[in-house]
């Protein structure tokens, strides 16, 4: 992780759970984080956090709607006149709403859509003409997926946010194959954990205090820090080495 201190790196839905686990590792690790959210109060927490136990890096918290494309963009130049650009993009934002296919509402399938695909490819696309901008060609783009975008579970609350990130494993896998046909060295990454322990599935169940309840009762969830280490080893890996696609189980089980 040496070549990334002092590098920039943006980090989306950085306000909670794994993406706040990810900020303060590579602010630790000594990069500079720009951290994403709409809340962006706890990301100035989190920054207080850093700052106080003396972390060589620096998160920068920006507030930012990514189902608005003005907002992603204004970001990414206020980014390019304060630090001069991303090097790093670790599109991690994402949210899942209970609508089944078959009497689910459009509201909620378009907001999944426009977070977990839309405003995860505005990032990629911004991020890649930062790096080409700069004549960075050792950047890395890395999409939090999911197992959900390998393997169509049999639970209907779950089947359209599935289908979001099926969309952002062709997405990763797009994303290296053009940048291979422009001969770069930028890798992309997809990184796939299955059920962990955050907020995320609790927001999911909100409305169902019955399955809320038992969300993290079958198997012994994964736990944030266990993505932050997976992303850890993609970054770390050689600059000849590419890691294209990570799948993240939980193996143990609850008695």
């Known amino acids: ?3 990334w201190r002092g590098r920039v790196a943006l980090v989306t839905g950085a306000s909670v759970g794994i993406g706040a686990a990810i900020a303060v590792e590579l602010a630790r690790l000594g990069m500079k984080v720009m951290g994403c959210a709409r809340d962006v109060g706890k990301i100035q927490k989190l920054a207080a956090e850093c ?13 930012c709607d990514l189902t608005k494309e003005e907002e ?4 990414f130049a206020a980014i390019k006149e304060q630090h001069r650009g991303v090097d790093v993009c670790i599109n991690n934002a994402g949210l899942a709403h209970p609508e089944p296919l078959l009497n689910g509402k459009t509201s909620g399938w378009k907001n999944m859509m426009d977070v977990n695909v839309f405003g995860l ?3 990629a696309r911004e991020a890649y003409q930062s790096m080409k901008e ?7 783009i890395i999409n939090i997926n999911s197992v959900c975008g390998h393997h169509v579970i049999p639970h209907a609350d779950v089947h359209f946010y599935t289908a979001t990130k099926f969309a952002v494993t062709a997405l990763t896998e797009g994303l290296r194959q053009e940048l291979r046909a422009e001969n770069t060295h930028i890798r992309a990454t997809s990184i796939s954990p299955s059920l962990v322990k955050t907020e995320f599935p609790l927001r999911l169940y909100s409305n169902n205090p019955d399955i809320k309840a038992r969300v993290f009762s079958a198997y012994k969830p994964l736990e944030a820090k266990d993505v932050v280490n997976a992303v850890i080893y993609v970054l770390g890996a050689p600059p000849h080495v590419l890691i294209g696609e990570v799948q993240m189980l939980a193996t143990e089980q609850k008695s």
């Not at 700052?51 to 507030?63: D, E, N, R, T, W």
């Open 51 to 63: 700052q106080s136990a003396g972390h060589s890096g620096v998160l920068v918290p920006f507030k």
């Open 1 to 3: 992780m040496e070549r």
């Open 134 to 140: 700069r004549h960075v060609d050792d950047g890395h």
């Open 121 to 123: 490819s505005i990032c």
């Open 72 to 75: 992603i963009l204004a970001m």
